[in-house]
């Protein structure tokens, strides 16, 4: 499957979520599906290219296996034009990334643990997750601070 990219997103006039929406993303954007706004169902989400990593959590008992879209991935796809984003969990917790620390592969939102979707009881159904094990500098107080679960927005800004 290709990349989905902000010219494949334009030429199909960026579907819209059929299923329950668990993303909303706004702001410096160019595709679009929902006013000036772009909502994703799980299914979408799961059409955009996909990583997995194993790794412990400060949160979970054991290794866990995460798969899900890279940050990068999905802000790419959007066409965006800012320099930072705001993701928010449903509880209205606040994380800001600078778009150009972001790594290609780090760090993704996740939408399954171990193969199988998530529960809000499980940090779902979205979780921003770093490959903690892989690298000392995904081990920071920041890194651990931006690890949102439950998110369902983000904001892309100047």
């Not at 989905?4 to 679009?32: N, Q």
């Not at 921003?128 to 892309?156: F, G, H, K, M, N």
């Amino acid at each position: 499957m290709l990349p989905l990219t902000t010219a494949a997103l334009a030429e199909d006039a960026m579907v819209k979520p059929t299923g329950r929406v668990v993303l909303t993303v706004s702001g410096k954007i160019s595709a679009t599906n929902s006013g000036d706004t772009a909502q994703f169902d799980l299914e979408m989400l799961r059409a955009l290219p996909a990583r997995s990593f194993s790794t412990t959590t400060l949160w979970t008992e054991g290794v866990r296996k995460f798969t899900g879209v890279p940050l990068a991935v999905l802000l790419e796809s959007l066409g965006t034009s800012g320099s930072t984003v705001d993701a928010w969990a449903i509880n209205d917790y606040l994380a800001e990334f600078d778009i150009s620390e972001l790594e290609p592969d780090a760090p993704i939102i996740a939408y399954e643990m171990d193969g199988a979707p998530m529960s809000r009881r499980d940090k779902g159904p979205l979780w921003v997750v770093y490959p903690y094990d892989s690298a000392s500098r995904y081990r920071t107080e920041l890194v651990y601070a931006r690890s949102i679960w439950q998110l369902d927005r983000l904001e892309v800004l100047e």
